[in-house]
């Protein structure tokens, strides 16, 4: 018990009055106010501010219409061949093709805000992007594919990963994880991205290349995956389960082996890149939109994508961006009435240099909550760039000062708020040490 909960009554009253006082007596004398957005245009050091409208307008997402009308003749002719069967999220999610475990790592999350979370199985705990195995990135969950927060009456969570089979040889293929999750029991399963192409009696599909999946938005039936320049638009209303022993090993013809099997895929339907001549999708033009991570918000009258920069300390300005998810004008949000056109970010923030390696970002309507590497000594941490340290979420206003909010476990990647539960969910890639985890913001 502290001393002022052993106070009487009143006199805590008068204590907390006192208090009170003092600390508007010093705001005033040293100046302090709420936080307000920096419009001069400059570059803060501290503040998480707006750009001017001229620097705004040049964060644009350009489609690829010639993908839409090929994508979809592709995929009506795979499907018309019988060598694949349409399936559900919650098909592959209660397959138990994978099961996973309880919490089984230390995560460094402030236990004030009630986390909780889970962990892969023992395999995709252990696999590595660096030696012929997998990395997990993005999540997202049915929390954000639909405002009740269930798909077909299931909570389920949803992981993206890049293969790879060295630091130099990362990014060659892409899969998602579905997930169900009853608190005691995660039963989940893998997916490969693939690219439907050809038609008629050739048509087929071959494995997603050149992708990192840095992160991932399920909105409706489609699938949003960030993937640096490029935006990839998947449709889960086409996810396949392979039927013939022709194409139950996706992507052969692209070296996958027979170690990286999948039984099920998903196609892509759209694209978006953010410089329209750029060769290659994993280059972000400086001044241009970079997706380094990706979240939802539904807190306005338009839904928004919210994409987050990575970039190593001192390089550039990292940014956040606010993508409208608008039916009749903006991104492919649904099946009728969307225009497949340019869209152009409603804001963009700069990040100050305060919050390093930012490799999550969400928002909750209020706050926005980024998750990167901890300032210098935090918590007695003399090296927080060590790849063991744990990562730190901060938290802001935007105009405001990001402020740690709790630290989280090491090499945490995006972040996803859950608006019917209030939690802030995020998953880690640091090699056995992988967990998926949520906290509640508002618990404190």
Same mark, same amino acid.
């Given at each position: 018990?502290?001393?002022?909960?052993?106070?009487?009554?009143?006199?805590?009253?008068?204590?907390?009055?006192?208090?009170?006082?003092?600390?508007?007596?010093?705001?005033?004398?040293?100046?302090?106010?709420?936080?307000?957005?920096?419009?001069?245009?400059?570059?803060?050091?501290?503040?998480?501010?707006?750009?001017?409208?001229?620097?705004?307008?040049?964060?644009?997402?350009?489609?690829?219409?010639?993908?839409?009308?090929?994508?979809?003749?592709?995929?009506?002719?795979?499907?018309?061949?019988?060598?694949?069967?349409?399936?559900?999220?919650?098909?592959?999610?209660?397959?138990?093709?994978?099961?996973?475990?309880?919490?089984?790592?230390?995560?460094?999350?402030?236990?004030?805000?009630?986390?909780?979370?889970?962990?892969?199985?023992?395999?995709?705990?252990?696999?590595?992007?660096?030696?012929?195995?997998?990395?997990?990135?993005?999540?997202?969950?049915?929390?954000?594919?639909?405002? #009740?927060?269930?798909?077909? =009456?299931?909570? *389920? @969570? /949803? !992981?993206?990963?890049?293969?790879?089979?060295?630091?130099? $040889?990362?990014?060659?293929?892409?899969?998602?994880?579905?997930?169900?999750?009853?608190?005691?029991?995660?039963?989940?399963?893998?997916?490969?991205?693939?690219?439907?192409?050809?038609?008629?009696?050739?048509?087929?599909?071959?494995?997603?290349?050149?992708?990192?999946?840095? #992160?991932?938005?399920?909105? =409706?039936?489609? *699938? @949003? /995956? !960030?993937?640096?320049?490029?935006?990839?638009?998947?449709? $889960?209303?086409?996810?396949?389960?392979?039927?013939?022993?022709?194409?139950?090993?996706?992507?052969?013809?692209?070296?996958?082996?027979?170690?990286?099997?999948?039984?099920?895929?998903?196609?892509?339907?759209?694209?978006?890149?953010?410089?329209?001549?750029?060769?290659?999708?994993?280059?972000?033009?400086? =001044?241009?939109?970079?997706?380094?991570?990706?979240?939802?918000?539904?807190?306005?009258?338009?839904?928004?994508?919210?994409?987050?920069?990575?970039?190593?300390?001192?390089?550039?300005?990292?940014?956040?961006?606010?993508?409208?998810?608008?039916?009749?004008?903006?991104?492919?949000?649904?099946?009728?009435?969307?225009?497949?056109?340019?869209?152009?970010?409603?804001?963009?923030?700069?990040?100050?240099?305060?919050?390093?390696?930012?490799?999550?970002?969400?928002?909750?309507?209020?706050?926005?909550?980024?998750?990167?590497?901890?300032?210098?000594?935090?918590?007695?941490?003399?090296?927080?760039?060590?790849?063991?340290?744990?990562?730190?979420?901060?938290?802001?206003?935007?105009?405001?000062?990001?402020?740690?909010?709790?630290?989280?476990?090491?090499?945490?990647?995006?972040?996803?708020?859950?608006?019917?539960?209030?939690?802030?969910?995020?998953?880690?890639?640091?090699?056995?040490?992988?967990?998926?985890?949520?906290?509640?913001?508002?618990?404190?």
């Amino acid at each position: 018990m502290t001393t002022s909960e052993r106070l009487p009554v009143v006199q805590r009253a008068r204590t907390l009055l006192l208090l009170l006082v003092l600390s508007v007596v010093a705001a005033t004398l040293t100046g302090v106010q709420p936080a307000t957005a920096n419009t001069s245009g400059a570059q803060s050091t501290t503040t998480l501010d707006p750009l001017p409208a001229a620097q705004r307008n040049t964060y644009k997402l350009h489609p690829a219409p010639a993908d839409l009308d090929t994508y979809g003749a592709s995929i009506r002719a795979v499907e018309a061949t019988g060598n694949v069967t349409r399936t559900s999220p919650a098909a592959v999610a209660l397959s138990r093709q994978h099961v996973g475990r309880p919490l089984c790592h230390g995560t460094g999350l402030n236990g004030a805000y009630l986390y909780d979370g889970f962990c892969w199985d023992a395999g995709d705990d252990a696999t590595s992007a660096w030696s012929g195995g997998w990395h997990p990135q993005g999540l997202t969950a049915s929390h954000d594919a639909q405002p #009740g927060g269930t798909v077909d =009456g299931h909570h *389920l @969570y /949803v !992981a993206s990963w890049y293969y790879g089979t060295g630091e130099t $040889t990362r990014d060659q293929f892409a899969r998602v994880s579905f997930l169900k999750s009853t608190g005691t029991d995660r039963s989940y399963g893998h997916v490969m991205l693939v690219k439907p192409k050809n038609t008629g009696a050739s048509a087929t599909f071959e494995a997603v290349t050149n992708v990192h999946a840095d #992160g991932m938005v399920w909105y =409706g039936n489609k *699938l @949003y /995956v !960030a993937n640096g320049g490029e935006l990839q638009v998947y449709d $889960t209303q086409y996810l396949w389960r392979m039927e013939s022993t022709a194409t139950d090993r996706v992507g052969i013809a692209n070296g996958v082996s027979s170690a990286r099997y999948h039984q099920w895929a998903l196609p892509m339907v759209a694209r978006y890149v953010t410089v329209p001549a750029e060769t290659n999708v994993r280059t972000c033009a400086d =001044g241009k939109a970079c997706l380094g991570s990706l979240s939802l918000d539904r807190s306005g009258p338009v839904d928004h994508l919210v994409s987050g920069q990575y970039l190593n300390p001192g390089s550039r300005t990292a940014h956040l961006a606010r993508w409208p998810l608008n039916d009749a004008t903006d991104l492919l949000a649904s099946d009728s009435g969307a225009t497949f056109g340019i869209t152009t970010a409603t804001a963009v923030y700069a990040v100050p240099p305060s919050v390093r390696r930012v490799q999550g970002v969400a928002t909750d309507g209020t706050h926005y909550y980024l998750a990167g590497q901890c300032p210098d000594g935090y918590m007695g941490d003399a090296d927080t760039s060590d790849a063991l340290s744990y990562s730190c979420i901060f938290r802001s206003l935007p105009g405001g000062v990001p402020t740690v909010l709790t630290r989280s476990p090491a090499q945490t990647q995006n972040l996803s708020y859950a608006p019917s539960s209030g939690r802030l969910w995020g998953l880690n890639e640091q090699t056995n040490h992988r967990v998926v985890f949520s906290i509640l913001p508002s618990a404190v």
